[in-house]
């Protein structure tokens, strides 16, 4: 087994995992907040990094840029008449707006933070019809002369998105031709490559994304190719994508859009790998860090994944991605008075920098870790693994600070529920939204607040139970060596499936894979190449995703089974079956999964000579009940195999914190995961 790292950058700390024949090692420091590499290369220097084989990295740098809108200056270019498409997007209401009737759409620059200002915005003349077909030439004239005004406003970077680009993309690349003639060789992304699909604005965002990401992660992937080769590294660097799989770095800086959302992803990636290791199909992923908690489903071992996702409202993506639902509650959410003077914790965190009162950096405000703290769940000297020691004088103060009416310890305890019933109500929220049983379901508790706050959901959910994994603290970055490397295509083709359509669907997925084979080079002797599609009943206006291809030529015969392939995924989907409706496909995807050496468990030890763990002592926990709670407090480094732990009891570890509740059992499972269940239940 290759000697593997995982590292996933999250907006308060760096985890970093080493995995080196079934040994796990784990590092974790503050995320830097000004140059993010540097704190991945101090860990990866930490993890002796010249001394492995992969180094498997996911971060929200370009997530955080883009939703802060510190982003490089950027042209747009696009049919002529068409640049406020940026602006219209999808004309839809957010979620938020749906029962405001006084909700109307903003436009301009001064209300939107436009991610390209108008006036950056080009018209370039040239029109391709529907099927393709030039219906205006492209004037290369009119074209360089947009792209002066884009030079002498000194863009940094270049997306081109025209009509019908997904049809024939000519017309693109020799747009691209002229960018590099007028403007040199600076970062310029087609829509014709990046999103060959259709919809316009969802090609336009992607397109549009992807070159802010080629300036963002081309200088940050340089410096950390440059100080991991100072480190002495020579292996593979990969970054994963939306959806938690592996792309190298040159194949993920071609596409970076790809890689924008992929901490969350990897944590449900880790889930679905630990879930197949101790046949747990079905779960519930909560990733509880410092800033969010990040919601995810896996089902018969495999998570949700999307077409699709959102970076904030009307801004998409066009790529594979897991589907993740963010709620603004984490160890580092705010406490605060509600105009009403009602207390409310998030959604505003206080990050990593200054982060919650007690880590003694200036912040002055009360957060959900200084609750738990002063409640006495968390050891203020072993935070962080020792690295850091929590001051509970200062959690004291900024809670003393609230211009409250509650007494002391109301503040406390009712920021500690609070706290806990924002994750509930977030669950619940994707439960509702996946049409999942939750009694059929397992809740995955992991971040570093996860297994704090998540048992408490026992008592309002009815789970089967809630697991805490193995090194909970860095499980998403676990998710980094839990998951193969894959390349991803596809190509949109308003096609009747009908017998006569087979020549062109099979010369589009031959296609494709003749690129890809091209690509991945002796790895394709390797990857199993999946086919999918995406197809719509005659008459609809949205799509089912995914729907199988069967393998070899596409014949007539072929295209048949891929009429029943729909027909049976959109019965499994919907729960009706329309096989009279003729079938339209819209979109061909082909991936390429490469198998990759994955993170194993290793089973705990058994005890031998019977007896049952002892706590190393009692403490008290405050506020939580009137005269305090009195528990047991455990080391999970001496917990074994099938040990079990009732509640009230704190298990700690140096990462991490679980609290089983009163009422509840920890049971350690076959690879150290503590299972909790209510008392005398059997799952």
Known sequence: MKSMIGVDVGGTFTDIVRVTDGTIETIKVPTNVTDTYRGVLEGA??????????????????????????????????????????????????AEANTDPGWRR?????????????????????????????????????????????????????????????????????????????????????????SPLALEYARASTTTVDVLCKI?????????????????????????????????????????????????????????????????????????????????????????????????????????SNEVVSVGAGGGSLVRVSPTGELRVGPESAGADPGPACYGRGGVEPTTTDAFLLI?????????????????????????RLDSRFSFDDRVRFSYQMAVNNVAEGITDVVVKNGVDPREYSLVAFGAAGPMMLPALLEQMPLRSVIVPPYPGLFSALGLVSTDQVHADKRSAYRLLTPDAAEEIDGIYGRMESAMRETLGADAERAEFVR??????????????????????????????MITNFH???????????????????????????????????????????????????ITLRYLEADGLEAGEYERADLYLDDTVSGPAVIREPLCTTYVHRGQVATVGLAGELVITRAGTEI
């Open 106 to 194: 903003s436009f301009s620059d001064v209300s939107r933070r436009p991610i390209v200002p108008r006036y950056l915005r080009r018209g370039i003349e040239e029109r391709l019809s529907a099927a393709g077909a030039v219906v205006v030439e492209l004037n290369e004239d009119q074209a360089c002369t947009e792209l002066e005004v884009l030079r002498r406003c000194g863009i940094e970077g270049v997306a081109i998105c025209l009509l019908n680009a997904y049809v024939d993309g000519a017309h693109e690349r020799r747009l691209r031709e002229l960018v590099r003639e007028v403007l040199g060789d600076i970062p310029c992304s087609i829509s014709s490559e990046v």
């Open 532 to 561: 999918t599609f995406d197809g719509q009943l005659m008459g609809q206006v949205w799509d089912t995703p995914f729907v199988p291809v069967p393998a070899g030529p596409i014949t007539a015969a072929a295209v048949e089974q």
């Open 376 to 400: 006495g769940i968390l050891d203020g000297e072993r935070f962080a693994g020792g690295r850091s020691r929590l001051d509970p004088e200062l959690s004291r103060q900024a809670f003393e």
């Open 45 to 94: 220097a930490e993890a002796r990094v010249g001394e492995v084989d992969a180094f498997n990295h996911a971060s929200t740098h370009g997530l955080n840029a883009i939703i802060t809108r510190r982003l490089p200056k950027i042209g747009f270019l696009t049919t002529f008449g068409h640049r406020d498409m940026l602006d219209m997007a999808r004309a839809l209401r957010p």
């Open 216 to 320: 963002i992660y081309g200088t940050y992937s340089e410096r950390l190719q440059k100080g991991l080769a100072e480190l002495g590294f020579r292996g593979d660097l990969n970054f994963a994508d939306c959806a938690a799989t592996l792309a190298p770095v040159d194949v993920a800086m071609a596409q970076p859009s790809r890689i924008l959302f992929s901490g969350p992803a990897a944590g449900t990636m880790a889930c679905a790998h630990l879930g197949r290791t101790i046949d747990e199909a079905n779960l519930l992923c909560a990733d509880v860090g410092g800033t969010s908690c990040d919601i995810s489903v896996v089902t018969g071992h495999q998570p949700v994944v999307k077409t699709s996702f959102e970076l904030e409202h009307d801004l998409v993506i066009s790529t594979l």
């Open 568 to 618: 049976d995924h959109y019965e499994q989907k919907s729960g009706n079956r329309f096989p009279a409706n003729s079938v339209l496909g819209v979109t061909y995807r082909l991936n390429a999964v490469v198998p990759t050496d994955k993170v194993d468990y290793p089973a705990p030890p058994t005890r031998t000579g019977g007896g049952t763990p002892q706590p190393r002592r009692t």
